[in-house]
């Protein structure tokens, strides 16, 4: 590779960063990417249904619902979102045998937090209230544990995201019901 000080790059294209790490330092990259990768495969095997919000398929297949009606769908990296004020929900399927969870993904955004005061429920009950991450830069899931009084013998449930009086829903990126 043929390298050249920064200042004969007048008028030329550039950008070509490279990562300087230790042989330790690379060998935790390695390992920290091989268990990530093993997460993923996990969570897509114990995957039950995954919803798109703001995909016009996904919405009409688990029977999307909202207050108000004319919700927009927020974008962004190309990726469609819901949220903001009032409701919004699904009718999503669950397993009636076993334990089960939803992963629901976000992206820390300047200052949407703030703004957050919502929670989630299934059919009516609430399972969790919205606490943002501080220590995520960029997009992050959030697991919430589904009550086996709320799932057993159905074999579908809805999940609601229900903004406070004054509040606000963050962007939801994607949700997932999955086996614990």
């Given at each position: ?105 976000y992206l820390n955004d300047v200052g949407l937090p703030m703004l ?65």
């Amino acid at each position: 590779m043929s390298l050249a000080p920064f200042y004969r790059t007048h008028g030329r294209t550039y950008s070509v960063y490279f990562d300087v790490l230790t042989p330790a330092e690379l060998d935790a990259r390695v390992a920290r990417a091989a268990a990530e990768r093993e997460r993923v495969r996990r969570v897509q095997a114990a995957t039950i249904a995954t919803v798109q919000p703001g995909d016009s398929p996904d919405e009409q297949k688990f029977g999307y619902r909202s207050e108000p009606a004319d919700r927009p769908v927020i974008r962004r990296e190309r990726l469609p979102a819901r949220g903001g004020a009032g409701w919004f929900s699904y009718d999503v399927p669950v397993d009636p045998n076993a334990d089960v969870a939803l992963i629901v993904t976000y992206l820390n955004d300047v200052g949407l937090p703030m703004l957050a005061d919502f929670e989630v429920q299934v059919d009516g009950t609430r399972v969790a209230r919205y606490a943002p991450n501080a220590n995520a830069s960029s997009w992050w899931d959030a697991r919430y544990d589904v009550p086996s009084s709320l799932t057993r013998g159905k074999s579908r449930v809805t999940v609601r995201f229900q903004a406070a009086p004054d509040g606000r829903i963050v962007p939801i990126y994607g949700m997932r019901v999955v086996r614990q």
